[in-house]
């Protein structure tokens, strides 16, 4: 069974806006990773926070951690059309297990 | 530096019919990863190799076999192929364990008829 699960499925935004995606897990983890895949290509590692950090920050990307809720979320401030991409969480504990993503469209 | 490099790209195959996915990396890690991709399903793991000369499965190891042949390269086995193995093909590689972030490549698109 999936590990991570994010939620929305799918998000539209406009242009300038922020955009939060959500992921929840089952298990403990060591850390939660988040990557982004562009349309047919592979995915690129955006973020990684450990089981023991609350918030991280990396250019326009926030990421929060809550362990007591399982459940981590993406924040992409300011977003442009070249943030249009498949967004996954990844949590890391004995095995490694992907989330099943969030669309999201930023219309310029 | 290439990266993470797959072959094939593409690959239509009729059912029960045999191939190998090659996947090599430049980059010196130790552990690498062969995922499938199904729509709405996420990445699966299906085997991972923690270092040269182990391997170990996934989440979804059936069907398919691996080889850790040195330390840039692991590929990707299906015996007889079947329709349910319709999927993308990633393969990914990291720093040893599975704590550190994994680079991708490109992936392999099979179609099994």
Redesign the interface.
């Known amino acids: 069974s999936?590990q991570?699960e994010e939620d929305p499925q799918a998000l539209s935004i406009q242009e300038g806006e922020n955009a939060t995606m959500n992921c929840s897990y089952k298990t403990s983890i060591?850390?939660l990773?988040w990557y982004r895949q562009n349309s047919?290509?592979?995915?690129?590692?955006l973020i990684?926070i450990r089981s023991n950090e609350r918030e991280k920050h990396s250019g326009r990307l926030r990421v929060t951690l809550d362990t007591s809720k399982k459940s981590s979320s993406l924040l992409i401030t300011a977003s442009r059309a070249a943030d249009t991409a498949s967004y996954?969480c990844?949590t890391?504990g004995n095995?490694?297990?992907?989330?099943?993503?969030t669309s999201l469209t930023v219309i310029p | 530096n290439a990266g993470?490099t797959q072959t094939p790209k593409f690959q239509v195959l009729k059912t029960g019919q045999s191939m190998t996915l090659q996947c090599a990396q430049d980059m010196n890690h130790n552990s690498m990863?062969w995922?499938r991709q199904d729509p709405?399903?996420?990445?699966?793991?299906i085997y991972?190799s923690a270092s040269e000369g182990t391997t170990d499965k996934?989440?979804v190891p059936n069907g398919y076999n691996v080889s850790r042949l040195n330390k840039r390269e692991f590929s990707l086995r299906l015996e007889s192929a079947a329709p349910s193995q319709t999927s993308v093909y990633?393969c990914?590689s990291s720093e040893t364990g599975?704590?550190y972030?994994?680079?991708?490549?490109?992936?392999t698109r099979l179609t099994v008829t």
């Open positions: 999936q991570g060591n850390n990773q047919g290509r592979g995915l690129v590692h990684l996954f990844a890391s095995q490694f297990y992907f989330g099943t993503g | 993470v990863y995922y709405g399903m996420g990445l699966r793991l991972y996934g989440e990633f990914a599975r704590i972030e994994q680079y991708f490549g490109p992936g």
